[in-house]
């Protein structure tokens, strides 16, 4: 399957509102969680969505781009649902960099 087909995007673009919704439905994990287990998190998906945005000429900053990973503004989310990282979290995070 040709990577730039109009169906190979739609099946990429499908891929990604399931992964969002997949996220959105397991706030209980954190994003240190999802860093140390796969080396990306909310945060990283953000960047990408804007960095993606911009290559295309849309114009999306990093804050929307969040909005759009975290289904409401970052610090409504950070608020609700970041928890204090525990100390082993905070130290595999720190042997993974």
Not at 16 to 45: E, P, S, W, Y
Not at 59 to 73: F, K, Q, T, W
Request: aromatic share 10%; glycine share 4%; hydrophobic share 40%.
């Amino acid at each position: 399957m040709d990577n730039d087909s109009p169906s190979t995007q739609f099946i990429e673009a499908a891929v990604l509102r399931r992964l969002l919704t997949h996220l959105d439905n397991r706030k209980d994990v954190q994003n240190i969680d999802l860093m140390n287990l796969a080396g990306f998190c909310r945060n990283c998906l953000s960047k990408w969505y804007a960095e993606a945005a911009e290559a295309e000429g849309v114009s999306l900053d990093r804050e929307a781009a969040r909005e759009i990973v975290y289904g409401m503004p970052y610090a409504e989310w950070k608020a609700q649902y970041q928890t204090e990282a525990m100390p082993e979290q905070q130290a595999a995070f720190n042997a993974g960099k």
